[in-house]
Structures are given as C-alpha cells and as structure tokens.
C-alpha cells in the first residue's frame, strides 16, 4: 500500500463548476499537509499548507484535513480553464524540520468553457 | 526574480555518459532537495542537504552524487547515463516545518 493514495483522474468539469480533490494516507505520523497546481513542463507550486486538521480558505480554494480519518482534500470554487492542471498533494511527516515529502499521484484536471 | 533555479532546462545525452545539473535558490532556505518525476507524474524524493550536510538518501544508484557547496547551491551529478534516468528533476528548498518550493525542472532525456 502507498503512504499517499490519491485518485490520478482524469477529471473534466464545465467552468463554474465546485471541483473536490482528495488524498488518503496511512502514516500516522504526517503532521503537514500541502496542495500543489503544477501546469505542463512547469514546477509544482504551492497552493496550500496546513498542519492542523480542519479547514483552510484561500480564495476559491479550500483545503481541508481529518487527521482521525487520515484524509485531506482540496476544493476549488468557481473553476476556471486556467485551473487545468495536474494538482499533487504532499504531506510530511513530524519531528525533523527538514523531512522529506511524500507525494501522491496527482490528479488531471480539465475545466472546459 | 526566480527563487529556485535550476540549469539546464533540458538535457539530452548518450547512454553512459556523465552529466549535471545545477540548482540555485535565493530564498534563503536551510534545506534543499532534489527530487524525480517519472513518465506518470509521480514525484519522489532522492536526496535532502540541511544547510550542507546530507540527510536523506533515498536508495538511489551511486551513480547519482549530490554535492552542495554552500546552502544555496544544490547540484546533482549523474555518471554513466542509462535509459531508466530519463525524467524531470526538480530541486527544491524549505525553511523550518515550511513546505517546499520547486524550481521549473531539467527534463533528461537519455538516448
């Protein structure tokens, strides 16, 4: 079993429409939790970071996390063709400041006009 | 005013020869990574430099040497080019408990 598992899509909705993106994980001790976009032959950017579980908002974007339940998503509001993109979640574990990152899959998104 | 900087942009090279790419970040981080990403998007962590030491070493072929001459600068030397290495290589750095940030990547491609 991975430590992250995340559904690669791929995913296609209309503009406007609310897109949801999750990710589960096994290891007990992920204590950070991120979201990164990362467009074709680009970076992965940050979009979100949180260590807490519940909600976060920023803009359209909302990530959440169950830590009881081992289970983060990310929402986006309003989606936009320029939200097409391949969104990676990435968590890491407590303790180090420097510990490394483990990512899931990535989920392709579409959104068409 | 690009904050992780990695050159070349692209590489394509013979199998069994040697090369490396450079990384550059102005952000100030502790830590700098490099990372892979396979044909299928999947990125995976390969090596991890906290203000110049090696910590994490992820089983990867001794063919691949980090080295890190100060805290900004994170370069990757890859020897005897094989196939199997084509991918994109990111670096990246963190402050702290602060997530990473990538640079743009070096697409390798061995033939």
């Known amino acids: 079993q991975k430590e992250v598992e995340q559904d690669p899509g791929p995913l296609s909705v209309p503009e406007g429409a609310i897109v949801s993106l999750n990710c589960t994980y096994s290891?007990?001790?992920?204590?950070?939790f991120m979201w990164y976009r990362q467009y074709s032959r680009k970076g992965p950017e940050l979009l979100m970071y949180?260590?807490?579980?519940g909600n976060k908002e920023d803009g359209r974007f909302t990530a959440q996390v169950d830590k009881s339940s081992k289970y983060i998503s990310l929402f986006i509001r309003d989606s936009q063709p320029s939200d097409s993109a391949t969104y990676l979640c990435?968590?890491?574990?407590?303790?180090?400041?420097?510990?490394?990152?483990?990512f899931g899959q990535g989920t392709i998104l579409t959104v068409h006009p | 005013d690009t904050a992780v900087s990695q050159t070349p942009k692209y590489l394509v090279t013979q199998m069994g020869n040697d090369k490396s790419i450079k990384c550059e970040q102005n952000?100030?981080?502790?830590?700098m990574y490099w990372y892979k990403q396979d044909s299928k998007k999947f990125l995976k962590i390969m090596f991890s430099?906290?203000?110049?030491?090696?910590?994490i070493n992820e089983t990867v072929p001794n063919r691949f040497s980090p080295k890190s001459p100060d805290k900004a600068h994170l370069n990757l030397h890859i020897n005897s080019l094989e196939l199997g290495d084509s991918a994109v290589y990111f670096c990246?750095?963190?402050?702290?408990?602060?997530?990473?940030?990538f640079g743009q990547g070096t697409r390798l491609t061995v033939v």
């Open positions: 430099y906290n203000n110049k030491e090696l910590i």
């Open positions: 949180t260590y807490s579980s």
């Open positions: 990246a750095s963190s402050q702290d408990r602060f997530a990473a940030f």
């Open positions: 290891n007990s001790a992920f204590q950070y």
């Open positions: 990435a968590i890491r574990a407590g303790g180090t400041s420097y510990g490394k990152l483990t």
């Open positions: 952000l100030g981080h502790d830590t």
